[in-house]
């Protein structure tokens, strides 16, 4: 290669962007470069163009930005698909041109609500998957545009993101600031997920970057990469107390029909993590040793 490889994440200020870029894992033999809405509009083909003129062969797009408002894409079903479908899609349009290398990050919402009970793997999606609701339908629409495009491209879901610390506001936070705010919460029990701390899954990424990188990963997959464990978001609440020093059974347990929301959510959406352990990358420990290390973190900080 005659120029230095370049690394492009996009969504640079968003949760899992601000984490890639502040990874201890950020390679040293690559140029690095954080992209947010004000320096690219990945929903206007013209934008994805002039943004990435310089994207060469053996270059990495890592798209982490996406539209991820759960309840307001029901009502805003045009913004969530021009940034979760057509904006991937422009991308991977992009990445196929030039013979770069493209990873996509999507969701545990792809999946419809079904019967499951064991974790899920790439290959239980139906091919006639239909999710429940916007989000969903929006972010499947762009794996499945991705890889029209580009076939050699990567897609990978994740679920329950956490970082833990201001000035996100994501659960952990949430539940932090409650507890200082009530001596009682009710958190509904009955969905059942894959935390994920957003660091590890970076760290991850970044592992993923550096095999297709060095060509010992293929492309045209889908994998899954979240921590180890699952929990109801009662259970990650009354974690969240218990790492702090407060009581967990101040956290009460409630079920979805007392807490409805405008967007369904799924009763059971584990992620298995095998896929990403075949693809010879390193599994993400369990998701209380990363809630422990998130709140220590944001304790001393």
Sequence with gaps: MNHPSTIYVIGAAGQLGSALL???????????????SSDIDITSPNSVET????????DVVLNVAAYTDVDAA???????????????????????????????????YVFPRGSWTFPLEPSDLPADAAPDTVYGASKLAG???VLRADRDAVVVRTAWLFTGRAPVRDFVTTMRRLEGERDELTVVDDQRGSPTYAPDLADGLW????????????????????????????????????????DPSRVKPCSTAQFP????RP???????????????????????????????????
């Design 267 to 301: 009763a059971y959406s584990v992620l298995s993590a095998a896929s990403w352990a075949r693809a010879g990358l390193t599994p993400l420990r369990d998701w209380p040793d990363a809630l422990q290390d998130a709140l220590d973190v944001s304790s001393s900080g």
């Design 51 to 58: 943004s990435l003129t310089d994207l060469a062969a053996g």
């Design 261 to 264: 929301r405008p967007a369904a």
């Design 207 to 246: 592992e993923l970057t550096a095999r297709l990188r060095s060509g010992r990963s293929g492309g045209g997959e889908v994998l899954h990469a979240t921590n180890g464990g699952d929990a109801t978001w009662c259970d990650f609440a009354r974690a969240v107390f218990a790492g702090i020093g407060a």
């Design 74 to 108: 029901e009502t805003a079903s045009g913004a969530a698909y021009a940034v979760n479908a057509d904006g991937p899609a422009h991308l991977a349009a992009a990445t196929s041109a030039a013979d770069a290398h493209l990873i996509h990050v999507s969701t545990d």
């Design 22 to 36: 502040s990874s201890r894992s950020v390679p040293d033999d690559a140029r690095v470069v954080g992209m947010r």
């Design 143 to 145: 794996e499945r545009a």
